[in-house]
């Protein structure tokens, strides 16, 4: 059993939080019955979010963080995944720039266990530190595992500081290198090993001591608590460590992995967005990361946490597919011959990167000298009533809407899920930009629609390895699921 | 001031090789038949020629950058050739380089001659960038109708038309350039095609279905331009001149500055209104006989009718409905089948307008052949909508 930790941080805690999940769903029934003449044992309720073709871990963690940093930076940048596309070359940085955040603001990347993103927000609010955390997963998985499944892509991130109204009261951290899964350079798909042992070994070995442990910490009974956010390894692993601890309190996780999948690094604090959302002022809240061990963070809300409310909304967006083929192929796990079009290749360069790459993340143009905005930047502005060389003031349009002006959905150009919509769209303060489309509506884009910015792949070189960002824009609201 | 070029430069001979899937013969073999013919046609010999500008919009298709793919090829013994290039209007740019050594009076007889070898890439539609540069960061991949598609929504949007309308008339445009291509005996399409199969094709970009799409070819076209004496004297009494040639280009005005509603092509408007001025043509509606378009897709067509002053704004869809720009209508377009039937060899294409209007003018068009004209417009038009190079030429004759 851990000690406790006798000496939460003082009214340090999690300021502000943030949650994504791309926009399609399977339904895991509809999935399960193609895959009933195997007679594999799948997951049957619920849907899992389906990130789109363009959509990784780094994407999904930027789109979850944005609302963390729309006023100030943070003192560091985490990012944390298990399925992170680059393995050197820090996925932080790249959304740092994604974000516009000055190149001042520290960043790093944490791996290898589910568990790194609340072991990244224990040590932030231990250090006293203000930071984000953003946790991004879309983890590759093997036609007729369970975890195709059960997983889910997705992301989610909190912001840390002082005065915060979800105070760290207690933790306690255990670390056990308990093999409930695993992955490797050799076995990429998570391998699973026998649900039973796991549920009855992280309840006695781990859980519940460790939250015994920081609700001690916290000067509290598990009793008292009044949500939880638990990462559990397999099914029913709360409802075990819940009667053993005496507690009576829903875990948010749960609606995460039957609506959403489990979302692996970010699903605690995405389970604990839910919990935010739910809890009263004064009440206390239970976040616990599990992986090699876990993380027991006991929460005292003060007040409303800003984002929460979107979090829990989120869950409840987005759109059924319609075929089981699709998923697979959006998943990779298959691989249809798109023909010779698709054979295209386009190298990224290190010095074009360089050069203008912050700016080509950021989505940052520039406003001339009489206030119309363009993009890209150019020394002489596209404004045909400027006439001689300028220096652009930086306008960031990521986080602006615009207006669809013309658009086609190209059925020619390869696209890894066609139509590839794409058409010219015009922000209110000047700027016109040739983008693509994503999140298509049922009806298609037309023109007049109203779009927002989402962070996706704009390339991908698959032989080399590569992938570069941009933005594409994206109808302002999404469907209610149901309603899809 | 700038007088221009008109009657300045004349046409002594043309060449243009059959379009269409040319599994036969490569670039060179190409260049070979469209130069000879005109050779053949001027009734020159080849050591006149002076200078020569090659036209290849896609260097790295089976053709190759610079002047050497056209130099070896055609044997032109230490001739100055110049390899242009300006997307899908690189042939009329390397028309308009020729007229312009003619003109300036550096040469007296000069070769233009444009190709392409698209059907080496193996599939279907124009081959794709690779490079990677600073546009390749944020700029989408769109397909060559995706891009023209776009024209539809917006015209659409301007004038309150509604979609199924607006597609009737263009697939219009592409039955009627199927009946011409029918007559055309070097076409890459000679089937006619009926209304209802046009409307029922598959869709390529929305609103363009396949038929709404022009044919991706094989070609070659070729020009040999002299002085009005020079023709004179090679027995051309009456020979064909240039009348004017103009050419615009997008600043990213169009992509970049929020003034443009994607409805039209601004660069046509410019590049016809400069070309107007230069032949001295007030009423294009009364005094050209045909014109050879830029239809890539059906909607630009639609769309150029307006940009070039023939339709009143809002009114191309009804026009090209009454037939006005049918073979037997008041201003023939697309007589030999256009982009859409003779096909698309991209930098050849502007060469092959030239070719109609030159055919047409000496009475030379068989089936074709139109009863009076006088006066012809090519206009050829690269790059997209919202990012292009224009250009308009008016061929005619001296007397």
């Not at chain 2, 109708?145 to 263009?170: E, V």
């Not at chain 2, 294409?349 to 109609?356: F, H, K, Q, T, V």
Request: with cysteine; glycine share 10%; aromatic share 6%.
């Amino acid at each position: 059993m851990p000690d406790p930790v006798t000496a939460p941080a003082e009214a340090f805690g999690i300021a502000a939080l943030g949650g994504y999940l791309p926009l399609l769903r399977l339904d895991r029934k509809a999935a399960s019955r193609e895959l009933a003449w195997s007679g594999l044992p799948m997951p049957r309720t619920g849907t899992r979010s389906v990130a789109d073709w363009d959509e990784d871990a780094l994407t999904m963690a930027v789109e979850a963080a944005r609302p963390l940093c729309a006023e100030n930076a943070p003192e560091a940048l985490r990012f944390a995944s298990t399925s992170a596309h680059f393995t050197d070359r820090a996925q932080s940085g790249i959304a740092l720039d994604a974000l516009a955040l000055p190149r001042t603001v520290r960043t790093s990347d944490a791996a290898n266990s589910r568990r790194v993103a609340t072991s990244a927000l224990l040590d932030a609010l231990l250090g006293r530190r203000d930071e984000i955390i953003t946790a991004g997963e879309q983890r590759p998985t093997q036609p007729g595992s369970a975890a195709q499944l059960a997983f889910g892509d997705g992301a989610a991130a909190v912001r840390t500081g002082p005065g915060a109204p979800a105070r760290l009261a207690g933790h306690a951290s255990l670390s056990h290198d308990l093999v409930d899964r695993y992955t490797s350079r050799e076995h990429p798909f998570s391998y699973p090993y026998e649900e039973r042992f796991v549920r009855d070994v992280a309840v006695a070995e781990v859980l519940v001591p460790v939250i015994r442990a920081a609700c001690a910490a916290a000067g509290i009974a598990p009793a008292q608590l009044a949500h939880v956010a638990v990462h559990e390894p397999v099914g029913a692993t709360w409802r075990a460590a819940a009667k053993a601890l005496g507690c009576k309190a829903p875990n948010h996780c749960e609606a995460v992995s039957d609506m959403a999948g489990d979302l692996g690094a970010a699903h605690a604090l995405f389970g604990l967005g839910l919990a935010l959302d739910t809890c009263e002022v004064g009440e206390y809240v239970l976040l616990v990361g599990f992986g090699s061990g876990a993380d027991a963070l006991v929460l005292e809300v003060t007040g409303p946490v800003p984002g929460a409310s979107a979090t829990a909304a989120a869950l409840k967006e987005g759109q059924v597919l319609a075929g089981y083929s699709r998923f697979l192929s959006l998943t990779g796990s298959v691989e249809l011959d798109w023909g010779m079009r698709a054979e295209f290749e386009q190298k990224a360069q290190a010095t074009v990167l360089e050069r203008v790459g912050r700016d080509m993340i950021g989505f940052i143009g520039g406003r001339d000298s009489t206030g119309n905005v363009q993009f890209p930047k150019s020394s002489f502005p596209v404004n045909p009533a400027l006439t001689e060389v300028e220096t652009l003031e930086d306008v960031r349009l990521a986080d602006l809407e615009a207006t669809v002006v013309s658009v086609t959905a190209d059925r020619l150009n390869f696209s890894p899920d066609p139509p590839f919509d794409f058409g010219l769209v015009q922000f209110d303060n000047g700027a016109r930009v040739l983008m693509e489309m994503v999140n298509r509506p049922a009806e298609g884009f037309r023109v007049g629609d109203r779009v927002r910015m989402r962070l996706r792949i704009k390339s991908q070189n698959r032989r080399l390895g590569f992938r570069t960002y941009f933005w594409k824009a994206a109808p302002l609201a999404r469907p209610v699921l149901g309603d899809a | 001031m700038a007088t221009g070029i008109r009657d300045k430069v004349a046409i002594v001979g043309m060449g243009c090789t059959r379009f269409g899937e040319r599994w036969d013969v490569g670039a060179d073999g190409l260049m070979v038949d469209a130069f000879t013919e005109a050779l053949a046609d001027a009734g020159i010999e080849r050591a006149r020629i002076e200078a020569a500008w090659v036209g290849n919009a896609l260097d790295d298709i089976n053709v190759g950058n610079s002047a050497l793919p056209a130099a070896h090829a055609l044997r032109l013994d230490k001739v100055p050739v110049t390899r242009v290039e300006n997307m899908c209007a690189t042939g009329t740019e390397a028309l308009r380089g020729a007229a312009y050594a003619v003109a300036s009076g550096a040469v007296d007889v000069a070769l233009a001659i444009g190709v392409e070898k698209l059907k080496d890439t193996g599939y279907g539609g124009l081959p794709l960038r690779t490079k990677g540069m600073q546009n390749d960061l944020w700029m989408p991949y769109g397909s060559a109708p995706g891009t023209f598609a776009q024209l539809a929504g917006a015209y659409a949007a301007r004038h309150g038309i509604a979609a199924a309308d607006l597609k009737r008339a263009m697939a219009h445009v592409s039955w009627k350039s199927h009946q011409n291509g029918a007559l055309s005996p070097k076409a890459h399409l000679r089937g006619a095609v009926d209304m209802e199969k046009i409307l029922g094709a598959p869709l390529i970009a929305d609103p363009l279905g396949l038929f709404d799409c022009c044919g991706v070819s094989d070609g070659a076209a070729a020009a040999i331009v002299t002085t009005p004496e020079i023709a004179r004297a090679l027995g051309k009494a009456d020979p064909v001149t240039i009348k004017a040639i103009q050419l615009s280009a997008s600043n990213g005005w169009e992509m970049q500055f929020g003034a443009w509603d994607g409805a039209s092509v601004p660069n046509t408007r410019a590049a016809a209104a400069r070309a107007y001025a230069e032949a001295g043509i007030r009423d294009p509606r009364a005094e050209l006989d045909m014109t050879e378009v830029h239809d890539c897709f059906s909607i630009t067509e639609l769309v150029i009718m307006e940009d070039l002053g023939l339709s009143d704004e809002g009114r191309a869809p009804s026009d090209i409905l009454d037939g006005r720009y049918d073979a037997g209508g008041a201003i023939p377009c697309q007589l030999d089948g256009g982009l859409k039937c003779f096909g698309h060899p991209v930098g050849a294409s502007g060469l092959r307008m030239a070719y109609e209007v030159y055919t047409q003018l000496q009475g030379r068009a068989g089936e074709r052949q139109r009863s009076k004209v006088d006066l012809g417009l090519t206009h050829n038009l690269g790059g997209s909508p919202f990012n292009s190079v224009a250009a308009v030429a008016i061929l005619g004759r001296l007397n």
